[in-house]
């Protein structure tokens, strides 16, 4: 028998295998490795890494590819105390998809506008490229790390995100069941990159409602209820925050609300 690993997630090597264009500002990549047999599909919102190679290639030595791979608490501490041109760039970001049997994930990553770090390496990513994804690791079973979705037990679900949620609400609108009700509001700036949601397959019961910049705080307004049976939010720092505001002034309990800032305007979120 496998013994557990000695947290929840671990380092899988993986190599740049495809790249496509979803719309203006959408890149799916697809990332191979053998390790990713081991990759669990646990879909929803799931967070992992991004471990960016470093400018002249390559992984910083911060024990993150030791075998089994180390917690965070001895790995990420050392990765700190490199110097911070010396250390690799890591990036969250949601699974679009999970292929175990192929070892195979696929990343949408949303070009932000001015780049960073993340936009920047990815628009310039080739197939064969090298990098590192840390996520959860099938060989210990269930744990739930890194999710937030709580589906609801009854009642209607609010969905709120931006581009950089499009995978996460994706992925939790495909576990809905087929009689589930409420709404996903989508900040989508460019109606070019509407076509990057896909073939979301909604219950008919939900709607998609698609807003620019600055209109989802009144989506979330005419949507907010004390009565959804869960909300979830994900998206820039600052929006989130807001729109959690307005749908905590509902009475909603807080056991029905999750919500993560994903990125920051003007800088990213601290890793």
Known sequence: ???PRPWAYSAFPVTVSARRML??????????GGSL???APWGVDQRIKLVLPLPGGGLADFGLLDEPTPHPSHW???WKGLPEGERNVLRTYTPAAVRPDAREIDVDVFLHSPEGPASSWARAARVGDEL???GPDARNGWTGYGIHWTPPDTGPV????DETALPAVRNI???LPPDASGVAIVEIGDPA???????AGLPSGVELRIVRRGETASAVRAHASADLGAAWLAGESSVVTSCRRLIRETGLPRERLSFLGYWREGGPLVD
């Open 1 to 3: 028998m496998t013994a």
């Open 23 to 32: 719309s203006p500002r959408f890149l799916r990549l697809t990332l191979a």
């Open 37 to 39: 047999e081991h990759f």
């Open 76 to 78: 990420y501490t050392r």
């Open 132 to 134: 590192v994804v840390t």
């Open 158 to 161: 609010l969905l709120v995100g």
């Open 173 to 175: 609108i495909g576990s």
């Open 193 to 199: 990159d509407d076509g990057a949601l896909g073939g």
